[in-house]
């Protein structure tokens, strides 16, 4: 492509709506524009990058041997009710009516289309296994987008679905899922993990994230040094802490303690000459509208995920501060689980303890030698706390690490949840009717490239992975009034445009300057800069993006050069 004739609009200014990196970059290099808040045209260059992390998800699809369809957008609201997620589903969903006013919604996900299609059009063991996909525009209302691509409302995603007869087979289909995957980032050149993770809104008994690792990412990740254990935060599990051996009978009665004005776990501490680990914590959460009490040690904080997941709800929220005495009347700071008529979850590491400090429900006050077990009984009792590097490793007991990442694909084991909620059946060899046991398995196409970004820049701009640049050489014409330059830039370029790679040519009538700081900008992996060094001795200078090396050489040897740099890269 000729630069003179690219619609390439990049800026030196950083746009103030941008906070992340990948943001700034992709508005300042021309790659992206907001048309409204969550939403973005995709300009050439973003148009290209997409394409480019798209053709690698396809190819490893079908070599994994998914078939690809495309599937509506819009989706009728009775395929959701079946499913039971209309209303589950939350504000994300984008629900409207049509003139008819029937309910309609913007697909945000396709489990409930693609289960209706397999019960229409598979009913035969023999038709299975069956893996379906698609690349497809999807839309989520989110409450606050922000970070460009990295949380839109819209996005371009690959989202698959496998349908087998049972759960062995579901779990070939699974690690054939995760095996694509593995090649599918490592092809676009990404630094990543593979986490245990929660699944969320879509449902299922197992799950998987692949996390890109950048300072910038939304999402945490914990690794053991010392095995292969990984999971999201949401999902890490927590060694179950020893029993406590002590004897009840022969611990202390509780005793009340005045604590006027401590509020704060530290204070409450300094005040009684006890440490944060002796006092435990009660947070108030609303779960699916039922106020529900949290308990950990003092020094912990709640996992939300965690705690819904043991309540079984579909939703769990923090009760507001100034909400506490109007729904439950009890005192904010001196809430305490003995006597308290709220459902309990308590934290294994609380009930291992054989005494410790609560609040009394009473302003200013404050109970001593709390035995967990005698003095109250939760409902329920699990992990529910925020794991920390000084916990250990669940699998090895090995050292922790918190990492930052930016999820960017997601495999799910459904089960037969949809299949029983939507009746999809299919006929066993007996002649039986039997559920689909099915999978799930997203990738965030437009978020790979933001993630790429956000994993790879510097002060300059983008430093783009070969295998999803725009384009892998940029060349650079610093001689456009002397003729030589311009038949060996344009020979150039028509080379190896011939040879099927994806070249720019910048023959823009710019300063040098400016040529150099765009190419930085959009991140081509090698640039080819032919000027005054040719026009004296017949060199020309290849710059790598990634590196800054620079190396300098006859110009008959570039293509050869170019060539084995570019097909390396592509491995």
Known sequence: MRYSQLLLPTTKETPAEAEVVSHQLLLRGGFIRKLT?????????????????????????????????????????????????????????????????????????????????????????????????????????????????????????????????????????????????????ERCGLDFRAVEADSGSIGGSFSHEFMVLAKTGEDTLVTCTACSYAANVEKAAIAPPEACCADID?????????????????????????????????????????????????????????????????????????????????????????????????????????????????????VKNVVPGRDFTPAHVGDIRQITEEDSCPVCRGTLQLTEGIEVGHIFKLGTGYSEAMEATYQDSEGNEKHFVMGCYGIGVSRVVAAAIEQNHDENGIIFPMPIAPFQVVILNLGLKDDAICEAAEKL?????????????????????????????????????????????????????????????????????LEKNIDQALV
Not at 44 to 64: H, S, Y
Not at 350 to 358: D, G, K
Request: hydrophobic share 40%; aromatic share 8%; charged share 30%.
């Open 37 to 185: 808040s969550g939403v973005y045209t995709y300009l050439p260059l973003g148009f290209m990058a997409i394409q480019k992390v798209t053709e690698i998800v396809r190819e490893e699809m079908n070599r994994a041997g998914a078939q690809e369809i495309l599937m509506p957008m819009v989706q009728p609201g009775d395929l959701w009710q079946e499913s039971g997620r209309w209303k589950k589903y939350g504000p994300e969903l984008l629900r409207f009516q049509d003139r008819h006013s029937r309910d309609y919604c913007l697909g945000p996900t396709h489990e409930e289309v693609i289960t209706d299609i397999a019960r229409k059009e598979l009913h035969s063991y023999r038709q299975l296994p069956v893996n379906l996909y698609q690349i497809q525009t999807k839309f989520r209302d989110e409450i606050r987008p922000r970070f460009g691509l990295m949380r839109g409302r819209e996005f371009i995603m690959k989202d698959a679905y496998s349908f087998d007869a049972d759960d062995a087979a579901s779990e070939l289909s699974y690690e054939r899922m995760r095996e694509a995957y593995y090649k599918i980032f």
């Open 250 to 366: 022969t611990l202390p009665a509780m005793e009340t303690v005045d604590t006027p004005g401590m509020k704060k776990v530290e204070r409450v501490a300094d005040f009684l000459g006890v440490s944060s680990c002796d006092v435990v914590k009660t947070m108030l959460y609303i779960a699916d509208d039922q106020v529900v009490a949290a308990l950990v040690r003092g020094d912990r904080e709640v996992q939300s995920v965690k705690l819904k997941n043991i309540l079984g709800v579909a939703d769990v929220e923090p009760l507001p501060e100034e909400d506490v005495w109007k729904r439950v009347q009890l005192p904010v700071g001196y809430l305490g689980p003995v006597k308290m008529d709220l459902t309990i979850v308590a934290d294994q590491e609380v009930m291992a303890m054989a005494t410790c400090i609560t609040g009394a429900n009473v302003k200013g006050t404050h």
């Open 493 to 561: 370029y028509l080379e190896l445009q011939a040879k099927g790679y994806d070249v720019l040519y910048d023959d823009r009538d710019e300063r040098p300057g400016s040529k150099f700081k765009d190419a930085d900008l959009i991140g081509i992996p090698l640039r080819v800069t032919i000027g005054k060094t040719y026009a004296k001795s017949g060199d020309v200078e290849i710059r790598h993006r990634q590196t800054g090396e620079t190396v300098t050489m006859a110009y008959a040897e570039t293509v050869a050069y």
